[in-house]
């Protein structure tokens, strides 16, 4: 049977570059998979169902929570978004491992069900400059910039649940952190006790 695959949850506020480091690790990294969240918020331009999100009513979105079929779900700027389970459940059943881009409620919610998971909060190297990059951005009305811009302070008190802090600067420094985190919890002793068990149960020694 293959060892389990590993559970990563990114976190860290609106603008800091969470979509654009995933999207550079998952092309270099084969064994990652991303888990599409269900969200009731609108399509942004170019946003595609079952690539970017399952965009659903909030109907469905609560047919999904009265089903138990989300594995996490939180309210957030004013839109619900959650985690389906059976896709999660089933990568890490065939050993590959998974990533989770959430909320910081949405997190503490996995963290209870998942202790063993990788908790990585990324932040922007300073206010203006998340700013800057959601304005450039150039997708969420002057409204919505504001309410997310409204909830960075209290979302970065949150930041010492998790176990690793990145910085955003360059994508490409934030990535390698990333993958070399990755890399680091997948030698852990604790997730390799088997292996010593193997090695000793093999060959003999004279
Ligand atoms: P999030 O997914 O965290 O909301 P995005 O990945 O959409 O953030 O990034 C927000 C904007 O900032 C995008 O326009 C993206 O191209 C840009 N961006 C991301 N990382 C950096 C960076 N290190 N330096 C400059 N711009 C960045
Ligand atoms: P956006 O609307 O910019 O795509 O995402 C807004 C926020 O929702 C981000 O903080 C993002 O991480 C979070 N988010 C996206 N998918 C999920 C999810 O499945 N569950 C939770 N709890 N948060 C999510």
Not at 71 to 78: K, N, P, Q, R
Request: a negative charge.
């Amino acid at each position: 049977m293959a060892q389990q695959g590993n559970l990563i949850v990114l976190s860290g506020p609106s603008g800091t570059g969470k979509g654009t480091i995933c999207k550079a690790l998952l092309r270099s990294n084969p064994n990652l998979q991303y888990s599409i969240s269900a969200t009731t918020r609108s399509p942004r331009k170019g946003e595609q169902h079952g690539v970017n999100y399952w965009f659903f009513s909030k109907e469905r979105f609560q047919e999904m929570i009265e089903n138990d079929e989300l594995l996490e779900w939180a309210e957030v700027y004013g839109n619900y978004y959650g985690t389906p389970w059976t896709y999660v459940a089933e990568i890490l059943e065939k050993g590959q491992d998974i990533v989770l881009e959430i909320d910081t409620q949405g997190a503490l919610k996995v963290k209870d069900k998942f202790p063993q998971g990788i908790f990585i909060f990324i932040v922007p190297p300073s206010l203006d400059e998340l700013a800057d990059r959601l304005w450039k951005r150039g997708t969420d009305s002057p409204e919505v910039i504001h309410t997310r811009l409204q909830c960075v302070r209290e979302e970065l008190k949150m930041a010492p649940n998790y176990h690793y802090l990145v910085i955003n600067d360059r994508v490409s420094d934030a990535v390698n952190k990333i993958a070399a985190i990755i890399l680091a919890e997948k030698c852990r002793m604790e997730r390799n006790a088997q292996i010593i068990d193997n090695i000793s149960s093999r060959g003999t020694v004279e």
